[in-house]
Each structure stands twice: as C-alpha cells, then as structure tokens.
C-alpha cells in the first residue's frame, strides 16, 4: 500500500496535532516527504522544516489518497480545494470530527471513493486507535489502504455502519479526556490525603498507564482484573463500594457521560 502511495502521490490536506502525528508515523514507516503535498495555512517549524515535502503547492493529478485533516468549523472553505480530485481515481480519507460521508459526497460527487476515520488523540505517540468505515464506492482495496495508513499511529477497527461512528466518537474520540480527568482527579484526591501535589501526580499517571497497559496485554477481562487486584475486606474493595454504586458510581455516571457525547455528535452531523 505504502508503495502504490509512494508511487502516485499523497496529498493531507490540514495538518495540525493530529495530521502531524500521522504524517511523523508515515515518515516513520518509509514514505518520503516527497511523496507527500501538504496543504496547511498556519504549518507548523517541524513541518515547514521537512526537506523534500511539498507544502502548498498545487494539488497533484491523481494522488492515491487525499486524507482530510482540518478541523469541521473550516472544512465548508477547505474541502472545495480538493474538488479536482474527486470522481474515483483518488480515494479520501477523512479523520474530521463530525462531518459525515455525504458531506464529502456532496462537495467531490458521489462516485468518489471515501473512508472516514476516527482517530483519538493518542496516535500522537503512535498508541491511538482508530474506527473507519466507507461508503458504497469504497472498495476492500480502499479500506485496506486506509487501514494501512491509520496503522501507523495506533490500531484500527473497521464498522458495519456510518452510525456507529457517533458512538465511538463517545468512546474512544472523546475517551482520553475522560482518562486525562481520572488522572487529575485521582492526584488530586491523594493530596487530599495528605501526598505531596507532584507525587500524587506522578502515582496517579503511572497507575493509569500501567494498568491500561495491563488491560491490553493480559489475557483476562476488564472484570477479572478488578477482582484480581481487590481482596475480601480490603482497602480496595473498600473503594469499589463507593465507585461501582448503581446510583451514584462509575457505571451511572459513565453511561450519562457517554450518552451526552454521543448525543452531541448527532446534534454537531446535523
């Protein structure tokens, strides 16, 4: 796939954090910046720096992929500019936030090949994940080489449906800041306990990280760690009995908190 891209051309157009972050993680894996046209009003030192990178120039005849990076509030005013490549030879990407297939349908025309993508935010340091899907001219081929490209910062998960994507932008596109105010509230609520600010910190981030490391590589379930971890009578489970309340813990406020992302979302597509 890298090398059909390498071959015929690349163009991303917006490239801020997250078009950043792939853009490092291609270069990474072997494209060159040659390959790559960037269309990107305000770049950033790293990417006006980049030898051998187009960078706003003129869009290229027929690139493999054109990867749609800007942020919704633009993309009335940017996506026109990739029109010319609309109609099936170039396959789009799009990691947008809440902008839906029949948006780039309707501006490039509906024989053009489109995935969209939701990526979350740690793709910056190549541990992100990635939900796509693709619209009826979207081929195995295209969703293979979207897949590969979405690979190089983090996994990637395929859907059945377009309307799934408000779901996990609930999930797993808003999810890190759900995990960044755990780590602040749980420092924070050991300084309460009497811990110097900075130690609380550096415990709390390092207890979230290893035991979201712990969740991916152990065989066992969410459920069976949390028993492993929680004896009879315990300090632990002393805790759980004020977390896993029905009323007032983590499950209610969760599925509240879930709930009103995804409803934002539906709200933000219209």
Not at 138 to 146: E, V
Not at 195 to 202: G, K
Not at 248 to 268: H, I, M, N, Y
Request: neutral net charge; hydrophobic residues 50%.
């Amino acid at each position: 796939m890298m090398d059909e891209i390498a071959r015929r051309g690349m163009v991303l157009l917006g490239c801020g954090k997250m078009g950043s972050a792939m853009l490092a993680g291609w270069l990474k894996a072997g494209l060159p910046a040659s390959a790559v046209t960037v269309l990107e009003p305000r770049p950033s030192d790293w990417l006006a720096g980049l030898p051998g990178l187009n960078l706003n120039g003129a869009v290229p005849a027929g690139p493999a992929v054109a990867l749609v990076a800007v942020k919704p509030q633009v993309m009335a005013e940017a996506l026109p500019r990739l029109g010319p490549l609309g109609g099936g030879a170039t396959l789009v990407i799009t990691v947008a936030a809440g902008t839906p297939i029949a948006t780039y349908e309707a501006v490039l025309g509906l024989g053009t090949p489109v995935v969209r993508a939701m990526p979350n935010t740690p793709a910056a340091v190549g541990r992100g994940i990635s939900a796509i899907v693709g619209n009826v001219c979207a081929r195995a081929a295209h969703l293979d080489m979207a897949e590969a490209l979405l690979a190089a910062v983090g996994q990637v998960v395929r859907l059945p449906s377009e309307d799934l994507m408000d779901a996990v932008t609930a999930v797993s596109g808003s999810g890190p800041a759900y995990v960044f105010h755990l780590i602040e509230t749980l420092a924070a609520a050991g300084a309460a306990e009497g811990l110097p600010p900075d130690l609380a910190l550096h415990l709390a981030r390092a207890t979230v990280a290893g035991a979201g490391a712990l969740a991916e590589a152990s065989g066992d379930s969410p459920a069976q760690l949390r028993v492993n971890v929680t004896s009879p009578n315990g300090t632990t489970a002393a805790a759980l009995g004020v977390l896993m309340d029905d009323a007032t813990g983590f499950p209610a406020l969760l599925r509240r908190a879930v709930k009103s992302a995804a409803d934002r979302s539906r709200e933000l597509r219209g």
